[in-house]
């Protein structure tokens, strides 16, 4: 991999790590207050477009609600990443709610029900 590629790679990395912190307590927004995790982020386009990976706990309104307020705080997350991280300029930010562990669930559950019925029969 080329000198770039790792340096987007620790870019990610620390957003990863200064993300987390930020959802650890310090957006103030009533939304956020469900646990969000951070899974995964990609640094795309030279640094322009940062995607962000999370996973919400709570019912589907709580999710959305979360999603929004994430969206909401896209402008001071961008600031933040900007003074702590030195960024020379600040990514856009696009999170994606993260539904893969959900999805894992569900095919378990589906194979345990086919072992169960297999066995059976």
């Known amino acids: 991999m080329t000198v770039a590629g790792h340096r987007h790679e620790r870019i990610a990395e620390e957003i990863h790590h200064e993300l987390d912190a930020m959802l650890a307590g310090e957006l103030a ?70 539904e893969s562990e959900a999805r894992a669930r569900r095919i378990e559950e589906l194979l345990k029900d086919a072992g169960k019925k297999a066995s059976d029969s």
Not at 71 to 97: D, K, M, T, W, Y
């Open 29 to 98: 927004d009533p939304r956020l207050e469900v646990p969000v995790n951070v899974t995964e982020v990609r640094v795309l386009h030279g640094l322009k477009l940062v995607r962000v990976y999370v996973a919400v706990t709570g019912s589907d309104t709580e999710k959305k609600a979360a999603m929004k307020g994430l969206q909401a705080a896209a402008g001071f997350i961008r600031r933040e990443l900007l003074e702590r991280l030195r960024l020379r300029r600040s990514p856009e930010l696009l999170f994606v709610l993260d």
